[in-house]
């Protein structure tokens, strides 16, 4: 069974601070991605990663950065957190293969006041 | 830009059946894909179609209509256990593997 574990279930910032989500994959897999997931606006693509150090940019990039530095692990960055970044982040890996399932972590409910 | 549109809450009593409806415009397209998330879950995958017509795994059925940019998920026989939040997501082509999320539907099984 694929397993993708992120380091926090619960996290609280304060405005301003640096703030790294960690992923990690158990499966070999080649693509990571971090989305996040607010009510009403469903799952965001922040970031993908398809190889080790590869990074594309996805729908909400603005504000994040991202890390992949050994194939298993892919970091996510708040350089600067701020207030709308409190949310619901999901990471999540699968193959290169176009139709391969997504596997997700349970997610890290990131809270910054 | 990329936009899915589905039914963002429906109700049904356990045994029925439900239709959860998915239309979507994107640039580009590979496939459409539906996940589940039970409350404090994490997604699953449920299903796949890169082809059009109807995809079957147990209970649950998947269609596809390329040409009308449409798709949904059918729940037959449906249990309190199915009451989660039903995401389409399509699989843009370009490679990678990146999908796009719709915002979900919340299904509510009665019994």
């Known amino acids: 069974d694929v397993k993708v574990t992120q380091s926090s279930r619960y996290l609280v910032k304060r405005t301003g601070e640096k703030v790294f989500l960690e992923c990690v994959q158990d499966m070999d897999h080649e693509n990571m991605f971090w989305y996040r997931q607010d009510p009403g606006l469903g799952l965001r693509l922040i970031y993908f990663s398809y190889d080790v150090k590869m990074k594309e940019k996805g729908d909400i990039p603005e504000g994040y950065s991202v890390s992949r530095e050994k194939k298993e692990r892919f970091s996510l960055i708040l350089e600067s957190a701020s207030t709308n970044q409190t949310s619901m982040y999901l990471c999540a890996s699968s193959l290169q293969v176009r139709d391969s399932p997504l596997h997700f972590g349970n997610g890290t409910r990131l809270t910054v006041t | 830009g990329q936009s899915l549109e589905q039914p963002s809450e429906v109700t049904a009593v356990e045994g029925a059946i439900v239709q959860i409806n998915c239309t979507y415009q994107t640039s580009g397209f590979y496939g459409l894909s539906w996940y589940q998330q039970h409350d404090g879950g994490a997604p699953t995958f449920l299903s796949y179609n890169a082809l059009d017509g109807l995809e079957e795994t147990g209970r649950f059925s998947s269609f596809l209509s390329r040409s009308d940019s449409y798709g949904y998920l059918l729940l037959q026989e449906l249990q309190m256990k199915d009451s989660a939040s039903y995401f389409c997501?399509?699989?843009?082509?370009?490679?990678?593997?990146?999908?796009?999320f719709g915002a979900g539907t919340r299904l509510a099984v009665h019994p």
């Open positions: 997501a399509v699989n843009l082509s370009g490679g990678y593997n990146k999908l796009i």
